[in-house]
């Protein structure tokens, strides 16, 4: 409008920025030394802008690498943890039945293994915000609970089923320097489902669904 500084994606966010303090500083004039296409200081609802590198994911093992050998060795040491799991829990839970500590100790390892595999692929590329494969392989869960099922998934309002396209990994919340809004905002995973159909083209917006999975209480 009236400063020529300020850009905003539409204009529910201009009158919301407006409303927060835009209302000010608009019209002010520049001083001399300032340049003629500096952003002005808003307040904290701008998140800061970046730009997105897309790149294809490596493979986490070459080709002629031993992944039997690898899982071999996984699997051997996952039974001997288990082992060791739950003769510790029989000793310092006496009072607990045996069915009871074997499915403790399962579900623990279970959740322990699920996240160790998120961090070991998120570790490969730590600044990574964004995964895409759209009605490929699933998205990368954090958690094995809050999984959604495929009833869980409404259909587009078209009528066609909704496909995972791609998931925004909890990196972002670094960059978008979330502390500063004073508000708990937080995500293990967000995954989007989108039309199967890419129904309405090209030209307008369209409801998708998202599915929101927080960090296990397990997971450290």
């Given at each position: 409008?009236?400063?020529?500084?300020?850009?905003?994606?539409?204009?529910?966010?201009?009158a919301?920025?407006?409303?927060?303090?835009?209302?000010?500083?608009?019209?002010?004039?520049?001083a001399p030394?300032d340049?003629a296409?500096a952003?002005?200081?808003h307040?904290?609802?701008?998140?800061?802008e970046?730009e997105?590198?897309?790149?294809p994911?490596?493979?986490e093992?070459?080709?002629?690498?031993?992944?039997d050998?690898q899982?071999a060795?996984?699997?051997?040491?996952?039974a001997?943890?288990?082992?060791?799991?739950?003769?510790?829990?029989?000793?310092?839970?006496?009072s607990?039945?045996?069915?009871?500590l074997e499915?403790?100790a399962k579900?623990?390892?279970e959740?322990e293994k699920?996240f160790?595999?998120?961090?070991k692929?998120?570790a490969?590329?730590?600044?990574?915000?964004?995964?895409?494969?759209?009605?490929g392989?699933?998205p990368?869960?954090v958690?094995?609970?809050?999984r959604?099922?495929e009833k869980?998934?409404?259909?587009c309002?078209?009528?066609a089923?909704?496909?995972?396209?791609f998931?925004?990994m909890?990196?972002?919340l670094?960059?978008?320097q979330v502390?500063?809004?004073?508000?708990s905002i937080?995500?293990g995973?967000?995954?989007?489902?989108?039309?199967?159909?890419?129904c309405?083209?090209?030209?307008?917006?369209?409801e998708?669904f998202i599915?929101?999975q927080?960090y296990?209480?397990?997971?450290t």
């Open positions: 409008g009236r400063c020529r500084r300020a850009a905003y994606c539409g204009p529910e966010h201009q919301l920025d407006w409303r927060r303090g835009h209302r000010r500083s608009c019209g002010q004039h520049a030394d340049s296409d952003i002005p200081e307040n904290e609802f701008l998140f800061p970046y997105i590198l897309i790149e994911e490596e493979p093992f070459p080709a002629d690498s031993t992944d050998e899982g060795e996984d699997t051997s040491k996952d001997k943890e288990q082992e060791e799991l739950g003769a510790a829990g029989t000793a310092a839970f006496q607990l039945d045996e069915e009871t499915a403790m579900h623990e390892t959740e699920i160790r595999m998120f961090k692929q998120v490969a590329e730590p600044e990574q915000i964004i995964r895409y494969c759209r009605g392989e699933g990368l869960w958690s094995g609970e809050n959604p099922e869980d998934i409404p259909n309002a078209c009528g089923k909704r496909i995972f396209e998931q925004i909890p990196q972002l670094n960059h978008l502390d500063s809004l004073g508000e937080d995500w995973t967000l995954v989007v489902y989108t039309c199967a159909d890419s309405g083209g090209g030209s307008e917006y369209l998708e599915w929101k927080d296990s209480m397990g997971c």
